[in-house]
């Protein structure tokens, strides 16, 4: 049994206190590999920084139908989904990967916000609710493939190609890989990007991570990671998705149901759709270098939207940034710190409800 550090290391692993605190590789020395390998092959990526919550008890699928976008009710074990955590006023906290067992329903959210996530549900459990919630953050490790060959990576591993084919985007299951490493296998990368999100527990994630990479998996580390986040266009935490933003801003659509009744922050969202009421919309921006967020987008010297991210890629810069609906969209010409660019729409932002589909 090899650890999960030790496999990592093995591959060229290299960690940096300034990213992601230091839980999961910054970089393994093959930038180049990796990105080629979202394209035309398969990635490995660490999420274990990521927080796992649990909900368990007779009450679990109402309690967080009530406290989030998507139709939880009408899901059946086996099946999951994405879901948007919002304020009373639909102000956004964060979008969670949920996954639906017999016994429970499982959350994946992004790093960092696991204590926070805990005590914002924590909050809303009442004393005659049969539901419990629990951080299991340290009792598993989760890793995503990305790209082409996911499907054929996890066939070396022993995977049934049936198995693999059944998983509808969100649905998940439990299959022996690696002759005998138990894992929790979740359609979708976490990205645009096609691919599995894999859940293994700690004792095992070693093991898992050294029979990925000897099945041809590229190891691809945290900041390519943000680069991947920023060029696909999914809104990040601390970024996109403050209290600043609504779910339809951030262009979490088909993250939202319009059909299944009352939620927290529902009556905002409702508002917005049918009023055309949504002010802002995420965008993407082209850049000749990288720019520190935020940062005002301007057109004609006034202020017309936000640059929220910025990240180096090979061919300059990507940026993420909102901007008011009633100026334009794709193609709009702006400036953004002296720079001149253009609005572009991005894989993963989703707009409108004609292209939602409701869970």
Known sequence: MV?????????????????????????????????????????LVDRSHWALLQLTGDDRASFLHNQSTANIKTLQPGQGCQTVLVTSTARTLDLAMMAVT????DLLVSPGMGPTLFRWLDRYIFPADRVALTDI?????????????????LQQLGAALDEISALEPFAHQTMILAQDVTVRVQRGSGLATDGYTLWVSNDQAGD??????????????????????????????????????NPLEAG?????????GCYIGQETIARLN?????KLNLWGFRLPRVIATPCPILQADQKVGTLTSCVATENGAIGLGYLRTKVGGAGLSVMIDHCPTDAIDLPFITRELANTIDH
Request: hydrophobic share 45%; aromatic share 8%; charged share 15%.
């Open 3 to 43: 650890t999960l550090q030790d496999a990592q290391q093995q591959m060229g692993a290299v960690w940096d206190p300034a990213v992601a605190e230091g839980q999961v590789p910054a970089h393994f020395g093959n930038d180049p590999a990796a990105i080629a390998a979202i394209t035309t092959g398969v990635a």
């Open 102 to 105: 017999a016994e429970a329903l």
């Open 137 to 153: 953050s340290g009792q598993f490790a989760t890793f995503s493939l990305l790209g082409p060959q996911s499907d054929l990576c």
């Open 208 to 245: 898992l991570w050294q029979a990925i990479a000897q099945a041809g998996a590229v190891p691809l580390g945290e900041q390519t990671w943000e680069q991947l986040r920023i060029t696909e266009g999914r809104p990040a935490v601390g970024h996109e998705l403050t209290e600043d933003y």
């Open 252 to 260: 979490l659509w088909t993250a939202v149901s319009f059909n299944k």
């Open 274 to 278: 049918t009023y055309n009421g949504v």
